[in-house]
Each structure stands twice: as C-alpha cells, then as structure tokens.
C-alpha cells in the first residue's frame, strides 16, 4: 500500500459533497491523494502554502466570490505548468476563459473521464 505522503496530491474544488467525495474516490483509486475544496478562495491559499499539488480539478459553479474560471487563470499564473481540468454542467468552454493548456470537460461526465483528462494532461507535462 502506497503510503499518503508518496501520492501525487490533486487539488479538487467543488462545492457539492455528494460529486466531490466521488471524484475523490476515483482519484484515490487511481493512487493519487485528494485535496478537497468547496471554494476557489480556499483553494488559492492551498495552492499558495502547499507545494505538493501537482494538479488542479475545478468546477465553474462554485460558492463564494471566484468562480472556477477565475481559479483556473489565478492559479495557471501563479503555477505554471500546473494541470488543470475544468468541470461543468452549465457553463460553455469559453476560449478567453480557459487558460492555455487548460482542458474544459463538460458535464455529464464520469470521475473516469475526468480522470482519463487528467492523466493525459499529467503525461504531456514533461
């Protein structure tokens, strides 16, 4: 058994328990440790303080001031070369809201599928 601190930690933002514990489950299945958020203002500091983040999931809709486009261009900025995966089931893809390397994954989706972008994006890292 891998031991928590030797997993790649992943940044999950969302606000709704329920899809939040879900993709957590799949994440950590696939051998990367959770970190979970339920507001963008909260994220921004744990991207700030916690060096051990090696990628970003963000929903758009998101309680709080910062919408999860707004947290996907701050933390591109502030980490580049960060992985980043936006989720949404209301929201568009909107080019001039996505930073670049970002990827959009609309809703309904899976926490496999989610995964699934995820890992592309971690492969092309290097």
Known sequence: MTDQAERPVVLVVEDEALT?????????????????????????????????????????ELSGRIDGFALARSAAQSRPGLPIVIVSGRAKADPDLI???????????????ILDVLTGLMANRG
């Open 20 to 60: 939040i514990m879900d993709l957590a489950d799949v994440l950590e299945a696939a051998g990367y440790q959770a970190l979970q958020s339920a507001s963008a203002e909260r994220a921004l500091g744990l991207l700030e303080t916690r060096g051990d983040i090696v990628a970003l999931i963000t929903d758009v």
């Open 99 to 113: 930073p670049a390397g970002a990827r959009f994954v609309a809703r309904p989706c899976g926490g496999d599928d």
